[in-house]
């Protein structure tokens, strides 16, 4: 990781010896030896937050009649969600998980709906899925009020699902109508996290508004319940259109709370909210480099894929990391490496993955690109030629290139 070359022993499932070389570094699943050839060895990316009951969509709504096709979004959205069962969110999970592994993550956070029309089904598939992928990788699943928290049922049925074991209490209050009721769905939120002692994380402020202002609103509830170090704030793109002292402010009461942010910067891309027939979409990307330089956690996560938010995606925290270099603008001078902790250490520590990273006595989750150094990985998306997770080799893999005519 650091541009030495050495042997990487694994026994166990954790990393047993960094040495100098010897000629391949081991596997201890098998007892064989990987001969690696000098490629970057990185511990295994961390996917901190992806809205995963929406994956492939695209596939639902095709399967619908053209008329309910034709809905605008929201209502649309609202019929998806009607066609939900536990089986069906699993299935599809269960395929965006795959792409995971092949992808080499060890750890993902998973969002789960809960509203009045998909009741508890997104919940129950993800927890089905939190089971079986527990071998391989920490999976936490988060119970989310995505149509906020006033529906006729949604109060009862997040203090329902908390009986069922979720990881992590969301919330989304910026989507309430007015100030009182966006105090109200975070007082919710923080309620259930002090009585089942759970982490929180919100999606925030996610609109090119700068009157919309729940970040300082959840900073401020953070700071009050004693809750430093267990929020997170996904998204925060009304941060950049805030005046420069209120935000930063605002950024001051996020650093002194702890919160850590989710800028998913390729979702940000194409927003949902604006007209392109009469002006250009703005970047909302939040505040990325004000941020850290007042030494707020930054993270970036896959988000969405394959719906009506993000029509791509694949699951693959190095594409991800892609556009966050473009996003940031982390390429000159180094500054490419200021990106690699938002897929690895950062959301690693937001997930309390224990004793996490390339070290003697870590669990052995590793992902051997096949490039020389980070700057290569960003360029070339190389593939993942090995991926080890709990010291079992996943997955392997390359890309050929077969010229048709002879070089000379």
């Avoid at 009607?82 to 995971?100: G, K, P, S």
């Avoid at 007209?275 to 990325?288: C, E, F, G, L, Q």
Wanted: aromatic share 8%; hydrophobic share 45%; glycine share 6%.
């Amino acid at each position: 990781m650091n541009g030495e070359v050495v042997d990487i022993e694994v026994a166990d499932g954790v990393i047993r010896a960094i040495r100098p070389p010897s000629g391949a570094s081991a596997d201890a699943s098998t007892g064989e030896r990987i001969n690696a050839q000098g490629k970057l060895t990185l511990p295994a990316f961390v996917n901190g937050q992806l809205h995963a009951c929406k994956s492939f969509w695209r596939r639902k709504i095709a399967a619908l009649p053209s008329a309910q096709q034709a809905l605008p979004t929201f209502e649309l959205a609202k019929v998806v969600k009607q066609t939900y069962t536990a089986e069906d969110v699993f299935e599809r999970v269960d395929e965006t998980m795959r792409l995971a592994l092949q992808n080499g993550t060890c750890g993902i956070r998973l969002f789960a709906d809960i509203d009045d029309d998909s009741g508890l089904n997104a919940l129950h598939g993800l927890l089905k899925i939190r089971k079986k992928y527990s071998r391989w990788m920490t999976v936490q699943v988060v119970a989310f009020p995505q149509d906020g928290v006033f529906g006729a049922r949604t109060q009862s049925l997040m203090h329902e699902a908390m009986s069922f074991n979720p990881d992590v209490i969301g919330g989304i209050a910026f989507i309430e109508k007015g100030t009182a009721a966006q105090q109200a769905h975070v007082d919710m939120c923080f309620g259930l996290a002090r009585q089942y002692d759970k982490d929180l994380h919100f999606v925030a402020d996610d609109v090119a508004d700068p009157d919309r202002r729940t970040l300082e609103m959840i900073a401020r509830a953070t700071i009050a319940n004693g809750w430093h170090g267990r929020v997170a704030c996904t998204q925060c793109a009304a941060l950049s259109f805030y005046p420069d002292d209120y935000a930063a402010q605002v950024i001051a009461l996020v650093k002194e709370a702890g919160i850590t942010i989710y800028s998913n910067s390729h979702v940000s891309l194409i927003a949902t909210e604006f007209d392109t027939n009469k002006h250009p979409w703005p970047r909302s990307v939040t505040r990325i480099r004000q941020l850290l330089a007042a030494g707020v956690p930054l993270v970036c996560g896959q988000d969405d894929i394959d719906n009506w938010f993000y029509p791509f995606g694949r699951n693959d925290m190095l594409e991800v990391a892609q556009f966050m270099a473009h996003q940031g603008q982390f390429a000159w001078h180094g500054e490419v490496d200021r990106v690699l902790p938002m897929v690895t250490s950062t959301p690693a520590q937001v997930l309390r993955l224990p004793n996490y990273g390339l070290q003697v006595g870590a669990p052995a989750n590793l992902v051997v690109l096949d490039c020389p150094d980070w700057h290569s990985a960003i360029q070339f998306q190389p593939a993942k030629s090995y991926v080890i997770l709990r010291g079992e080799l996943v997955v392997s893999s390359r890309r050929v290139v077969e010229w048709g005519y002879e070089m000379s």
